[in-house]
């Protein structure tokens, strides 16, 4: 009798799992389709993961992405073929930038490269001391660093050459340890520090014009999500202390809104695109009201940028969502399947092609 009732269960069993598909009916695609990815983990000892803190960028059809084993590299979009790979003896935590024929991006060890763009030749290097924490900002033939000792560079994006620097003193021992990236408004550099104040500087020479306090705790006070300009006025924040709107003449405070931001705001059709430590993303509309708030997770959010006509943003946990760009509504998942993995630098995208590289070193191409 058992024997009947095991062979009739497997029956039915197997039976389920042939049902005929329906002529013109199909399984919804998901969108995150993986066209190809590289696993860049470094060797390392059980327990002691090495994690990844950069970001890759997206040219012209080449994939531009530095790995925990020292090595900066160029894929072929479409197929992940390498075209070049250079060893810099050191991990990266930040993202590339492109200044006409060349890739220019900084190392752990504080060194700042430029390299040609498909044949990864150097055209200069420079160490500046510490580990180059942000992506280079480029405007009028400079770029400039944040470094993780507090240190704010300007250097001739063509030669390399220092033209200033200016160090912050951080008396606090609790950081974030993350830097803003410097941000350009008409011929003025505004860049947040750890001791959460944001301060303006003069372009040619680094004066500081002004500084401000943003966060009023006492530790991980950091003003750490980069600048931005909307609506003529600069927008930045603490993950210790509101998200402030200042003008950017003065550095005058002219709004406080009520969100612990994890990485900086994104301006989205003359909306405001908002993610916080606590796994949120909040749309606002111009005059910065909340228009909706959806929770993706437990973890800060790291990153939210346009794809395919929607929104797709990644988080310090383990999964990328696509979302619905005016209802903010979840499309679809990838989950990037390790405990520990997560999105701790920033997405990119271009061409349809949008690219990750988890913090378990995996570089994802997805189309």
């Known amino acids: 009798m058992h024997k009947l009732l095991i062979a009739t269960l497997l029956c039915l069993a197997y039976s389920c799992s042939k049902l005929p598909t329906i002529e013109g009916v199909r399984e919804k695609e998901n969108p995150f389709r993986v066209m190809w990815s590289k696993n860049h983990d470094p060797a390392h000892e059980t327990g002691n993961l090495p994690i990844a803190l950069n970001s890759p960028l997206i040219h012209e059809g080449i994939v531009y992405v530095g790995n925990n ?24 935590s930040s993202k590339p930038v492109i200044y006409k024929d060349w890739v220019v991006y900084g190392n752990s060890n504080g060194r700042v490269f430029s390299r040609h763009l498909l044949t ?7 160490d500046l001391g510490s580990a180059i924490e942000t992506q280079g900002v480029i405007y009028k033939e400079r770029v400039f660093f944040q470094t993780r000792n507090h240190k704010v560079f300007c250097l001739d994006v063509n030669t390399g050459k220092i033209q ?15 830097a803003s990236r410097p941000f350009i408004y008409k011929d003025k550099v505004y860049v947040g520090f750890a ?31 980069s600048p931005i300009i909307f609506r003529d006025n600069i927008i930045a924040g603490s993950v210790n202390g509101d998200l402030a709107v200042i003008d950017p003449e003065t550095g005058a405070i002219l709004r406080r809104l009520d969100y612990k931001v994890s990485r900086y705001p994104v301006e989205h059709k003359g909306q405001l695109l908002v993610s916080t430590i606590f796994g949120d993303v909040i749309l606002l509309d111009k005059n910065l009201m909340e ?14 940028i346009p794809w395919k006509g929607s929104l797709v943003a990644s988080s310090v946990t383990q ?49």
């Open 69 to 92: 084993n020292g090595h900066m590299q160029a894929f072929q979009l479409d197929n992940g073929k390498e075209i070049w790979s250079k060893f810099d003896d050191s991990a990266y």
């Open 120 to 126: 990864g030749k150097e055209q200069f290097l420079v």
């Open 164 to 178: 200033w620097s200016y160090k912050r003193a951080v008396p606090f021992l609790t950081t974030v340890q993350r």
């Open 195 to 225: 001791d959460g104040q944001i301060a303006a500087f003069s372009l040619e020479e680094g004066v500081i014009l002004w500084e401000r306090r943003l966060s009023t705790g006492a530790k991980f006070v950091d003003v750490d999500s």
């Open 291 to 304: 228009i909706k708030r959806v929770k993706i997770g437990d973890g800060p959010m790291s990153s939210i």
């Open 319 to 367: 999964e990328i969502v696509l979302l619905d760009e005016e209802t903010l509504d979840i499309k679809a998942e990838f989950f990037l399947g390790h405990t520990f993995s997560g999105i701790l630098g920033e997405l990119d995208e271009q061409e349809n092609y949008l690219a990750a590289l988890s913090s378990r070193n995996r570089l994802y191409i997805f189309k």
